[in-house]
């Protein structure tokens, strides 16, 4: 019980009152590190320091949720295994409307709706989802000035090639030829 409780007051800076706010753009910057990843589970990103700049745009019944996100996560290399800071950037844009869902907007994932009664916008939910959309699908450790890698280059032996610099193709093991010959049969 005592961790729930902590847990919602931690959480609670992620809860915009929004009644309050003039009818302008208003700017709410945020620092996220692994304990704000703690409280998700399954969660790709652990180790982390990452920057949320939010500007929400307020209407009279609308609001215009912009999140700039920047920082790094800690991630291994797709290419060769080690551990590295995998620098993250994103640009994502929500709209939060006050009433009750309109059928028209029921399967547009940029549109929220909360109640009238509702007096707070929580963002926590937003900033995770949109943090893990601003992982790139190819984390590999970022090239140096030169064009070369960073990556270790014990490993980089054992997968490129040295006369294209391109990475190895695998070539099949030959006893499986009879096997494949038998299979297209």
């Not at 797709?78 to 029921?106: M, P, S």
């Not at 054992?158 to 190895?168: K, L, M, V």
Request: some cysteine.
């Amino acid at each position: 019980m005592h961790s729930f409780i902590w847990q919602v007051r931690e959480l609670r800076e992620y809860q915009i009152p929004f009644i309050g706010l003039k009818n302008e753009v208003n700017h709410f910057n945020y620092e996220i590190d692994k304990k704000f990843f703690s409280h998700f589970d399954d969660s790709l990103v652990q180790d982390c320091r990452i920057f949320v700049d939010l500007s929400l745009d307020k209407k009279d019944r609308l609001f215009i949720l912009n999140f700039d996100i920047s920082g790094t996560m800690r991630s291994e290399c797709d290419r060769c295994g080690e551990d590295f800071d995998l620098a993250l950037h994103g640009n994502h844009t929500i709209y939060v409307k006050l009433g009750d869902l309109r059928e028209e907007d029921e399967n547009n994932e940029e549109v929220v709706w909360i109640p009238d009664s509702e007096a707070f916008i929580d963002v926590k939910e937003m900033i995770y989802e949109f943090v893990h959309l601003s992982i790139p699908i190819k984390k590999t450790h970022p090239d140096r000035p030169d064009g070369t890698t960073e990556c270790d280059p014990e490993i980089l032996k054992y997968i490129i090639t040295p006369d294209t610099g391109q990475e190895a193709e695998i070539q099949p093991d030959p006893r499986w030829d009879i096997l494949n010959k038998l299979n297209k049969n």
